[in-house]
């Protein structure tokens, strides 16, 4: 299956009930992560992680820290921690060596930037890091989404559980990760329901706001 990027956001809706029969084979759930991974960050950092939450074990774990979002949670082939590590602005020469090696940016110009960045961002505040983090991790998640579309699967982003709780539940430093969402997979079993948007020109402005007023129509 393979849809034009206008088809997966077309029919990419939002599942609450899944085939609990249906299964991701782990190697074609590492797919669908490699390609959410092409996603935009800045300065190309990443910071997105990801726990995967597929066992009987590991969902009984969370079951009451899901408010209610539990049918998802027990019928979907994995739920999808996904979370933004505070520590990432340490992946610095990581991150450009790799890109050294592999030819895509010259040795003097990864000192140059590598140099640079670690500057600013030894200035930066630690509420900056975090937002930062959090903002590029959303963008993982959304191609996620539209990924697991082009894949034949279903999704439900969640943002209603108990963030706390759950890092504990599943063992995770609650210092170094922040948790974005979850993001229910699977196949699901009853057509998703429609939903009204904004018309366009009731969202939009160019080159500047009204402020007195809203922005679009």
Do not use: C
């Amino acid at each position: 299956m393979s849809l034009s990027l206008t088809e997966a956001i077309k029919t990419r809706k939002s599942v609450k009930e899944f085939d609990p029969n249906v299964k991701i084979p782990r190697a074609e759930m590492m797919e669908m992560i490699e390609l959410a991974s092409e996603a935009p960050s800045s300065v190309n950092l990443q910071p997105w992680r990801f726990v995967i939450v597929e066992s009987d074990e590991a969902k009984a774990a969370i079951k009451d820290l899901v408010r209610f979002n539990t049918r998802q949670l027990e019928t979907s082939a994995a739920f999808i921690l996904v979370l933004s590590d505070n520590t990432h602005i340490q992946d610095i020469e990581r991150v450009y060596g790799k890109s050294v090696d592999l030819g895509y940016m010259p040795q003097e110009v990864m000192t140059t930037n590598v140099a640079a960045l670690k500057g600013a961002l030894a200035q930066a505040p630690e509420s900056y890091i975090k937002v930062q983090g959090m903002m590029d991790a959303n963008l993982a998640a959304m191609q996620l989404m539209l990924v697991a579309k082009d894949h034949g699967y279903d999704t439900n982003p969640i943002g209603g559980f108990e963030r706390d709780e759950v890092l504990d539940a599943l063992s995770i430093n609650k210092e170094r990760y922040n948790p974005v969402m979850f993001i229910a997979i699977g196949k699901g079993v009853k057509s998703p329901h429609d939903s009204s948007r904004h018309e366009v020109n009731e969202i939009v402005s160019f080159n500047h706001g009204n402020a007195d007023g809203n922005i679009g129509e």
